[in-house]
């Protein structure tokens, strides 16, 4: 019950990720991301132009829209989880688990 009553007063919904990559390459080619937590709404996007070397950010709420420069390997948070693993063992690293305790309980 609690739940539903402060889900009244101040809703958080999940933020929403949707990402779209190069199946060869699996670098991204769109990231978007929707967020809303009570009054504040979010929704951006990302679009990576690895021919140009650029990444253009949009704000819709913001109304704001900016350019970075990026790199041949410049990933997306998705991509980056999905490829980090397979990046580390093409170096010859061993796989550590990134889920570790940093203090005993």
Not at 25 to 40: A, D, I, N, Q, W
Not at 51 to 71: L, T
Not at 90 to 96: I, L, M, N, T
Request: with cysteine; net charge positive.
């Amino acid at each position: 019950m609690s739940n539903r009553v402060l889900a009244k007063i101040y809703p958080v919904n999940e933020p929403d990720r949707e990402a779209w990559w190069t199946p060869a390459t699996f670098r991204p080619t769109v990231f978007r991301k929707h967020l809303s937590e009570g009054s504040y709404v979010s929704e951006e996007s990302t679009t990576f132009d690895y021919n140009k070397g650029i990444a253009r950010y949009e704000s819709k709420r913001k109304n704001k829209v900016k350019e970075y420069p990026i790199e041949a390997d410049t990933r997306d948070i998705l991509s980056f989880l999905t490829n980090a693993p397979a990046a580390v063992r093409a170096r010859g690293e061993p796989a550590v688990s990134a889920c570790r305790p940093t203090q005993d309980l």
